[in-house]
């Protein structure tokens, strides 16, 4: 939502807004420019406050300008609205002491936060703050989270001094020092019994349409990420039934009967809400494929299709779409309640990974924070997924990510989550078919991941152990052993961990 340059402190009355950020020396705080934001600022000739926040639909947006000049009281009053927002944002206050620099609940886009001397640096894009570091050290904990593929929601990075301010917490800026504070746990419920005759696919509706109307957007303007799945569908046709103009919605096309089925499946949602739609098969867009990468901004946290779906999200920016909605969240909104696991190791690791990770791995619940009001996995996957948004000028929408929706799956029995059970029956009471509702062929890119590992797998490694990898140079990754996983996949031979080679490709060149 925002980047910013802070050094030392300077009093409100020396901040000034220009063209597109504020400024006072060399200090700057830019906002994210799109029409689903709107800024704040004010100060007491001391203290100055700035807060970018997401817009409420209901309200008038605050026009950008230099911090607004309030008494002590007022400005203490203000500050403390404006730590209120509900709706996603990030708040700087400058004091004659320190900054401090905090979050919301609604954690829709990522702020990461690093110290150099006596400057501090924040931006959405982790890749972003390398520059500012005097080195660029590898966070052994972090490498190994993402190595083992077992990424946790915490304020650690792949770098070792910048770190990811988590859903609620705040961070505290004096002497050239960077200290994280974190917030309560939240409350989480139980499952509640049901009410006799209790309208439950009504009640799913009314909170999904009441969460989307909480959201600033033109529906004109809106697309969704409508894969098919049940949790996608289910937005999709919520927004639908909001608006009588048509919507944009696309997806990446998956190969063979699946691919197929998932064709028939969206094309009946499709004509059913009168969607303008965009199909891109995912084949087209390799995963591994080097040249797709190299026109891609490519981050240790980006997703493994980012060629495919960057190349959907630029059509609908070309098409005049400014916001794009996904299902993110749905899975974890109806997910039951995890059996206790008496190890947090994972049970089968690839055989690359090297005594320094796996020894790493005994320490990856390090920097991560209370219990947030949704889950860690959502939280991660919004933190990961929103700079490829911000970078195609587009603001996400993740409806069944929020608070509201994650503590109505909490409220419902058991039967009502197994399985997905609530979000197939809303499809099923709109008249949708059982391919629909219920499709026989599981739809995944497994066809296409090994296209791609067998394509460019081999060339990929050998081009890590001739030129050299931080992986292979900090003792993560064992040369042998990719290689030896290298000649498994030229032979068309691989073993069941060997499809995590391209997380390991990625990742290389996400650091070098």
Same mark, same amino acid.
């Given at each position: 939502? %925002?980047?910013m340059r802070?050094?030392?402190t300077?009093?409100?009355a020396?901040?000034?807004w220009?063209?597109d950020?504020?400024s006072?020396g060399?200090?700057?705080i830019?906002p994210?420019?799109?029409? @689903?934001?709107?800024?704040?600022? @004010?100060h007491d000739?001391q203290?100055?406050?700035?807060?970018?926040?997401?817009?409420?639909?209901?309200?008038?947006?605050?026009?950008?300008?230099?911090?607004? !000049?309030?008494?002590?009281?007022?400005?203490?009053?203000?500050?403390?609205?404006?730590?209120?927002?509900?709706?996603?944002?990030?708040?700087?206050?400058?004091t004659?002491?320190?900054?401090?620099?905090?979050?919301?609940?609604?954690a829709?886009?990522p702020?990461?936060?690093?110290?150099?001397?006596? *400057?501090?640096?924040?931006h959405?894009?982790?890749?972003r703050?390398?520059?500012?570091? &005097?080195?660029?050290?590898l966070?052994?904990?972090?490498?190994?989270r993402?190595?083992?593929?077992?990424?946790?929601?915490?304020?650690? *990075?792949?770098?070792?001094g910048?770190?990811l %301010?988590?859903e609620?917490?705040?961070?505290?800026?004096?002497?050239g020092?960077?200290? %994280?504070?974190?917030?309560q746990? !939240?409350?989480?419920?139980?499952?509640r019994?049901?009410a006799?005759?209790?309208?439950?696919?009504?009640g799913?509706?009314?909170?999904?349409?009441?969460?989307l109307a909480d959201?600033?957007y033109?529906?004109?303007?809106?697309?969704i990420?409508?894969?098919?799945?049940? $949790?996608?569908s289910?937005v999709?046709? =919520?927004?639908? !039934?909001?608006h009588?103009?048509p919507?944009?919605?696309?997806?990446?096309?998956?190969e063979?009967a699946?691919?197929?089925?998932?064709?028939?499946?969206?094309?009946?949602?499709?004509?059913?809400a009168?969607?303008? $739609?965009?199909?891109?098969?995912?084949?087209?867009?390799?995963?591994m494929d080097? &040249?797709l990468?190299?026109?891609?901004?490519?981050?240790?946290y980006?997703?493994?299709?980012?060629a495919g779906?960057?190349?959907?999200l630029?059509?609908?920016?070309?098409?005049?779409?400014?916001?794009?909605?996904?299902?993110?969240?749905?899975?974890?909104m109806l997910?039951?309640?995890p059996?206790?696991q008496?190890?947090l190791?994972?049970?089968?690791?690839?055989?690359?990974?090297?005594?320094?990770t796996?020894?790493?791995?005994?320490?990856q619940?390090t920097?991560?924070?209370?219990?947030?009001?949704i889950?860690d996995?959502?939280?991660r996957?919004?933190?990961c997924?929103a700079p490829?948004?911000?970078? !195609?000028?587009?603001w996400p %929408?993740?409806?069944?990510?929020?608070?509201?929706?994650?503590?109505?799956?909490q409220w419902?029995?058991?039967?009502?989550?197994?399985?997905?059970h609530?979000?197939?029956?809303?499809?099923?009471?709109?008249g949708?078919?059982h391919?629909?509702?219920h499709?026989p062929?599981?739809e995944n890119?497994?066809a296409?991941?090994?296209? =791609?590992?067998?394509?460019?797998?081999?060339?990929?490694?050998?081009?890590?152990l001739?030129?050299g990898s931080?992986l292979?140079?900090?003792?993560?990754v $064992?040369?042998?052993e990719?290689?030896?996983?290298g000649?498994?996949?030229?032979q068309?031979r691989?073993?069941?961990?060997?499809?995590?080679v391209?997380?390991?490709?990625?990742?290389?060149?996400?650091?070098?």
């Open positions: 939502m %925002l980047s802070i050094e030392g300077s009093t409100g020396s901040w000034e220009d063209s950020r504020w006072s060399l200090s700057w830019a994210y420019d799109h029409p @689903a934001l709107e800024v704040w600022s @004010a000739g203290r100055v406050a700035f807060q970018v926040r997401e817009r409420a639909p209901v309200r008038s947006s605050h026009p950008p300008g230099s911090p607004r !000049a309030l008494h002590v009281k007022a400005y203490d009053e203000a500050v403390a609205q404006a730590r209120a927002w509900e709706g996603a944002h990030h708040l700087i206050e400058i004659p002491d320190g900054t401090w620099v905090s979050t919301g609940a609604c829709h886009a702020i990461y936060l690093t110290a150099n001397r006596d *400057t501090l640096h924040g959405w894009d982790v890749t703050l390398r520059h500012a570091m &005097q080195h660029q050290r966070d052994a904990i972090e490498i190994a993402l190595l083992a593929l077992t990424g946790h929601y915490s304020t650690g *990075t792949a770098w070792e910048i770190s %301010l988590t609620r917490s705040s961070a505290w800026f004096h002497d020092e960077l200290t %994280l504070r974190m917030p746990p !939240a409350r989480h419920d139980e499952p019994e049901l006799p005759h209790a309208r439950v696919l009504d799913y509706e009314r909170l999904l349409d009441a969460v959201h600033h033109i529906p004109e303007r809106t697309a990420e409508l894969s098919g799945g049940m $949790d996608s289910n999709a046709l =919520s927004l639908a !039934a909001r009588s103009c919507l944009s919605s696309g997806a990446l096309i998956q063979g699946a691919g197929e089925q998932q064709r028939r499946r969206r094309d009946t949602l499709i004509r059913y009168g969607f303008r $739609d965009t199909e891109l098969r995912a084949a087209d867009y390799l995963p080097p &040249q990468l190299s026109r891609v901004s490519l981050g240790p980006e997703e493994i299709y980012i779906h960057s190349r959907l630029a059509q609908w920016k070309a098409d005049g779409v400014l916001w794009a909605a996904a299902g993110v969240g749905g899975d974890e997910s039951l309640p059996e206790p008496h190890s190791m994972p049970a089968c690791l690839p055989r690359w990974l090297t005594p320094r796996l020894e790493a791995l005994r320490d619940e920097g991560i924070p209370p219990a947030p009001p889950s996995s959502t939280l996957a919004l933190a997924g490829m948004y911000l970078r !195609a000028g587009l %929408l993740y409806p069944l990510a929020h608070p509201a929706m994650w503590r109505f799956g419902l029995p058991h039967a009502w989550r197994r399985k997905k609530l979000a197939r029956a809303r499809l099923q009471r709109l949708f078919g391919e629909v509702t499709p062929l599981r890119f497994l296409v991941m090994h296209q =791609s590992l067998f394509r460019f797998g081999p060339a990929e490694i050998r081009a890590m001739s030129t931080p292979i140079d900090g003792k993560f $064992d040369a042998d990719l290689a030896a996983a000649l498994r996949l030229e068309h691989p073993e069941p961990k060997d499809v995590t391209a997380h390991v490709v990625r990742l290389h060149r996400a650091l070098i």
